[in-house]
């Protein structure tokens, strides 16, 4: 069990590129902190600069308090769980799990080792495959067997480096549940490196977003999603993304390509003078087929008619396309966003989220209402979220905390009261 | 593969085979052949004769032969151990490690294997009888080492840098140390590389002639290759390829043995299932 606390960390290779820039991050005893980011971020870099495997050029780590800067990796007490499992194949799935336990040297008996890797091995649902070679392993049961090498002794905390992008989609999934079951129970300290959502969302007590090697934003899922700091984080995160939408401030309504939206309430006071542009970002549930939406609830939003290029039936849901013409002056500040969220250009589309049983089809016209409450507005030249309520945000990371310290004094409980 | 693929390939491992093997089977029967018969032109001997064999082991040419095989096993074996030694640390520092003059160092090794032999062996004549390494087994293993060391090398570099970095970092990760991830877990997998390096290093220096004629005088140290161009007739009219064939039969067991010994030490794809890919 143990806290860690990242302090102005930096890193910068031989060329002085710094590949992760200031960063700071206070880890909690038994939380699940999620390192997120596109390509090339740092995430990884971090990763290994908290396992020990990269210098740290300035900043300190901390672990329980006592800065471990200069310690060797095994000195740390950490354990690893590595995108290419990393496994020793010269050895059987048994003496992968027990090497950690063999390196320190007479610390365990034999016993001790053995009731140790056979409580792993259960644990991850191994027993069979003991005697076997990495080799002979599916790919499940590689990264499996990697689990068990980091949970057979008790490290302070586990790191996962992309631990489930080797596997296929169905696989992915299932594994995902397991840790975030295993972490529950075991309640330990974990870090946890995806450049997947999914992952990011559904395993993380917090998320850090990283660009470029700078932190962008820390906060629970719940609240990067509804309270975004910036242009970066409100488009990486979410699926189908954020529309960004440009739109000129005309007193109070917005003068966008679709329409004039009235400014909401939670901008007033917020925006720029008269004339200037800014981008709207509306997530794709915040449009509805107009047919669909209540009476009560028209008159908190807007409508406007679009004419859709194609629409994409889910089954539980129905995306829609909307071209739009683009505005010369926000199209290279939103090209390099799409290139900084691995994409390469900006289209001027905007997806919206229609009810399933909607008649709305490719090149018809089509009425939509939109709830603009939930918009936010961005400064395209900063990217900064002017319509942030950085309370409510804190109120949402606040409420997953205690979710967290909850779920964890009932898996201990449980877990004393089993034996 | 299809019938005619396997036939064509059969037909083509016999030709290889025989082109190969032509030149041992004449060699062999030639060492079964009395002196008298060496001249018959015929490949098999008219009578088959065992006093070549006795000659080199009971016989006149036993104070030449057997020294000479044992300084031949004895010299070959040290070579090829330091060479596999120091080739091992070597390589595994060029595949790791970041540190300036890494490819001036196998620049250098490529060079120094490409260095004809013939003009160093009599600057090396003159300096060893200087300095009292002529005619002992140091003085061929320390020229022998110049020989196998940089193909050694070279060829560990190739396999450790097949090896994923990242099986070393998850030992660290664990609690070994460079030392302990380097002996317990880069070791093992680089078995196969090394005893393949052995081999290859036992054969070079297993081969020489040059340096074993140049810098020895006698059997204190005079290696097999060279003890052959010593071997003589019962009478100076008298041809000796009786006896040095049987001599060359006899130093090929050694090798045919390393080769079976070691053959199962060399398994390819020992590194398969470390890591996704």
């Known amino acids: 069990m143990a806290s860690i606390t990242l302090n102005h960390l930096v890193k910068k290779y031989g060329d002085g590129f710094p590949a992760v820039n200031d960063v700071s991050i206070d880890i909690a005893d038994g939380e699940f902190l999620i390192l997120v980011g596109p390509s090339g971020c740092g995430k990884s870099t971090l990763l290994r600069m908290i396992v020990g495997l990269e210098d740290i050029t300035s900043g300190d780590l901390l672990i329980n308090g006592e800065r471990v800067n200069e310690k060797e990796p095994r000195e740390r007490n950490l354990s690893m769980v590595f995108q290419n499992y990393a496994l020793y194949p010269h050895l059987t799935v048994y003496e992968n799990i027990a090497f950690p336990l063999r390196l320190s040297k007479g610390k365990f008996s034999d016993e001790e080792i053995d009731r140790k890797v056979r409580h792993a091995s259960s644990t991850l649902d191994l027993d069979e495959h003991l005697e076997r070679k990495p080799a002979n392993l599916s790919g499940g049961q590689r990264q499996r067997v990697a689990m068990g090498r980091a949970i057979v002794r008790d490290a302070d905390a586990f790191l996962f480096d992309e631990p489930l992008s080797n596997l296929d989609a169905k696989l992915r999934g299932q594994m995902r549940t397991e840790i975030a079951q295993l972490q529950r129970r075991m309640g330990i300290t974990s870090v946890y490196v995806t450049h997947d959502q999914t992952e990011a969302m559904t395993l993380g007590d917090r998320v850090a977003v990283l660009k470029k090697g700078i932190l962008q934003q820390i906060a629970s899922p719940r609240e990067l999603y509804e309270q975004p700091a910036n242009l970066f984080v409100a488009g990486f995160i979410g699926s189908p993304s954020m529309n960004f939408l440009p739109a000129h401030v005309r007193g109070d309504v917005f003068e966008t390509p679709l329409g004039d939206f009235p400014v909401p309430q939670q901008a007033a006071g917020k925006l720029p003078g008269d004339d200037r542009i800014v981008l709207l970002g509306l997530r794709p549930e915040h449009f509805e087929d107009a047919k669909f939406v209540d009476e009560a609830k028209v008159s908190r939003g807007t409508t406007f008619d679009a004419e859709f290029t194609h629409t994409e039936w889910m089954g539980n849901e129905q995306y829609g396309y909307i071209n739009y013409q683009q505005d010369g002056n926000v199209k290279a500040k939103l090209d390099e966003l799409a290139q900084d969220l691995d994409g390469d250009e900006m289209h001027p589309q905007i997806v919206v989220s229609l009810d399933a049983t909607s008649r709305i089809r490719g090149g018809t016209q089509g009425r939509i209402w939109i709830d603009t409450r939930r918009m936010h507005v961005f400064d395209p030249e900063t990217g900064q979220n002017l319509t942030r309520d950085a309370e409510a945000g804190a109120e949402l990371t606040r409420e997953a905390t205690e979710e967290r310290k909850a779920e964890i004094d009932r898996a201990r409980q449980q877990l004393a009261a089993a034996g | ?128 009888r200087q300095i009292g390494l002529y005619d002992t087994w140091p003085g061929l ?62 054969f070079i220096a297993w081969n020489d002639f040059v340096y074993g004629i140049g810098l020895t005088s006698t059997e204190a140290a005079r290696p097999v290759p060279a003890a052959l161009a010593f071997f003589t007739g019962a009478s100076q009219f008298e041809d000796p390829a009786g006896a040095i064939s049987a001599a060359a039969i006899i130093v090929t067991i050694p090798v045919v043995i390393l080769v079976l010994l070691f053959q199962r030490q060399i398994v390819s794809g020992l590194t398969q299932g470390a890591v996704k890919g």
């Open chain 2, 141 to 202: 293993i320390i020229p022998y080492l110049s020989l196998t060391l940089p193909i050694s090398i070279w060829t560990l570099t190739a396999f450790f840098q097949q090896i994923p970095w990242d099986l070393e970092r998850a030992a660290q990760v664990d609690g070994a140390t460079t030392w302990q991830a380097f002996t317990k877990v880069i070791v093992p997998l680089a078995l196969p590389g090394v005893f393949t390096t052995a081999i290859i290093a036992f």
């Open chain 2, 1 to 128: 593969m299809s019938t005619k693929h396997k036939v064509g390939w059969a037909v083509v491992s016999v030709l290889v085979l025989i082109y190969a093997l032509f030149p041992v089977a004449s060699i062999l029967m030639t060492s079964f052949k009395a002196p008298a018969d060496l001249s018959s032109g015929k490949f098999l001997p008219t009578q088959w004769v065992g006093e070549n064999y006795s000659a080199l082991f009971v016989g006149s040419a036993r104070d030449l032969f057997l020294p000479s095989l044992r300084n031949s096993i004895g010299i070959c074996l040290i070579a090829t151990f330091i060479a596999v030694v120091l080739a091992t640390l070597c390589a595994y520092a060029i595949a790791r490690l970041d540190f300036p003059g890494k490819k001036l160092i196998l620049t250098v090794a490529l060079a120094v294997s490409m260095f004809p032999v013939v003009s160093i062996v009599t600057p090396l004549f003159n300096l060893w």
